[in-house]
């Protein structure tokens, strides 16, 4: 059993509806990840948080909205997303510090934007 | 930039023979390296991993990988493969040796299938 979990498992959501991913980690780490997976491709990178504060953004649009309320939490925030952002989004969590590797990934939220 | 590569893009062997995949890695100082698998529609599950010192790494399910600094290599081998072994395999470097430290490069993944 994965150590992180993310909720939903699968998501169809419109174009003009808002939605929201979420991931949980009780492992104490106090960096999270977002990854977009695409079919047959590898994960990359969208955010990274650092003790809840938001340290790497890799130009990802603004209909994502990423938020860390704690450090156990992490969510994004999805609106009025196109059919193209339709992937596999997973979440990754590692310990602090350069040597805080490796990330642990949960299942992954599979989302059909319609 | 660090870069990682997967030569192959698809792998098939039969049941019960050895396995070996290939990563080759672009890196500026000494890294950190992992084997991840996927299977279809999960996440990703880390098989192995290298930071430093014994350049053979054993990992879960009877993987194990070989760190060659001279090659910039680190191959993921395993001598009897399973069936259940089919999946997407990931080579993985990190961190980023500038600003980004906190940044993990993916390879372009290897898909294993497993004839009977």
Redesign the interface.
């Known amino acids: 059993d994965t150590e992180v979990t993310q909720t939903p498992k699968h998501l169809v959501m419109g174009m003009t509806n808002k939605k929201s991913l979420k991931c949980e980690q009780h492992m104490g780490h106090r960096a999270m990840y977002w990854y977009k997976q695409k079919a047959k491709k590898p994960p990359e990178l969208m955010f990274v948080y650092s003790y809840e504060k938001l340290s790497i953004n890799e130009s990802v649009p603004s209909r994502f909205s990423p938020e860390c309320p704690n450090s156990s939490l992490l969510n994004l925030h999805l609106h009025a997303l196109q059919p193209e952002d339709s992937a596999l989004y997973l979440c990754a969590s590692r310990d602090s510090g350069t040597g805080g590797f490796p990330l642990h990934f949960g299942n992954g939220t599979r989302l059909t934007v319609t | 930039a660090q870069s990682v590569t997967q030569p192959d893009i698809h792998i098939t062997v039969s049941e019960g023979a050895s396995l070996e995949l290939r990563c080759n890695y672009s890196y500026g100082a000494t890294p ?1 390296l ?1 084997w ?1 698998v996927q299977s279809p ?6 098989l192995l ?1 290298y ?1 430093s010192g014994d350049t053979l790494v054993q990992g879960i399910k009877g993987f194990e990988a070989e760190f060659k600094r001279s090659q910039s290599s680190f191959n993921l081998r395993k001598p009897s493969v399973h069936w259940s072994d089919a999946a997407e395999y ?1 080579c993985a470097v ?2 980023l040796n500038s600003g ?5 490069t ?4 290897t898909k294993l299938q497993v004839i009977p």
Do not use: A, H
């Open positions: 950190y992992f991840y529609g999960q996440g990703l599950q880390l991993k930071f990931f990190g961190p980004g430290y906190q940044k993990v993916f390879g372009t993944g």
